[in-house]
T-cell receptor, first 112, second 115 residues
Framework: GQQVMQIPQYQHVQEGEDFTTYCNSSTTLSNIQWYKQRPGGHPVFLIQ?????EVKKQKRLTFQFGEAKKNSSLHITATQTTDVGTYFCAGWLNTGFQKLVFGTGTRLLVSP | DTEVTQTPKHLVMGMTNKKSLKCEQHMGHRAMYWYKQKAKKPPELMFV???????INESVPSRFSPECPNSSLLNLHLHALQPEDSALYLC??????????????FGAGSRLTVL
């Protein structure tokens, strides 16, 4: 079954409101990556977190990696309509061979 | 050149047809991937090639046949597909496989419809 879960599945906000998506893995991850997929588009890499407890910022986006390296979050401050899309976390799982497994995704809709 | 190019962008095929999806990258990446994505779902890994050798096959039905002719090209041959195989097929590449600092660069995808 799906090993990397995200909540919420979907969120609709007004422009200017904040947004957070949470990512939880059933196993410890060596690192976590975040991708954004615009409607009709393809996943585009945003950031990678490697260290336990790491926090990184990209303008209005703040990414955190949990202390146990099993969870992560993405927070967007003051959303804009350009933030619309689906946000996926992804982790490298070691199942004999290492493979990148995507979380279930959170779809964000921003109304002007 | 930091792109992954996929062709065709759209493909409609019958269940008895044989077709191929193509993917090309010129970033010098040695790992290439096929993912399948259904609507409102995450990408699901199908195949991984590392240094032109198939390293992961995620129990994909044999009607999907991958091929990596060289380090820049990746094909997915399709034969006797079912309507439930309709999806967006994403090709991606990374420097190598594994959790080092490997970030995937995705192509725009091939949207497949099986009638």
């Amino acid at each position: 079954g799906q090993q990397v879960m995200q909540i919420p599945q979907y969120q609709h906000v007004q422009e200017g409101e904040d947004f957070t998506t949470y990512c939880n893995s059933s196993t410890t991850l060596s690192n976590i990556q975040w991708y954004k997929q615009r409607p009709g588009g393809h996943p585009v890499f945003l950031i990678q977190l490697v260290k336990s407890g790491e926090v990184k910022k990209q303008k209005r986006l703040t990414f955190q990696f949990g202390e146990a390296k099993k969870n992560s979050s993405l927070h967007i401050t003051a959303t804009q309509t350009t933030d619309v899309g689906t946000y996926f976390c992804a982790g490298w799982l070691n199942t004999g061979f290492q493979k990148l497994v995507f979380g279930t995704g959170t779809r964000l809709l921003v109304s002007p | 050149d930091t792109e992954v190019t996929q062709t065709p962008k759209h493909l409609v095929m019958g269940m008895t047809n044989k077709k191929s999806l193509k993917c090309e990258q010129h970033m010098g990446h040695r790992a290439m991937y096929w993912y399948k994505q259904k609507a409102k779902k995450p990408p699901e890994l199908m195949f991984v090639y590392s240094y032109e050798k198939l390293s992961i096959n995620e129990s994909v039905p044999s009607r999907f046949s991958p091929e990596c002719p060289n380090s820049s090209l990746l094909n997915l041959h399709l034969h006797a597909l079912q309507p439930e195989d309709s999806a967006l097929y994403l090709c991606a590449s990374s420097q190598t496989t594994g959790s080092g600092a490997n970030v995937l660069t995705f192509g725009a995808g091939s949207r497949l419809t099986v009638l």
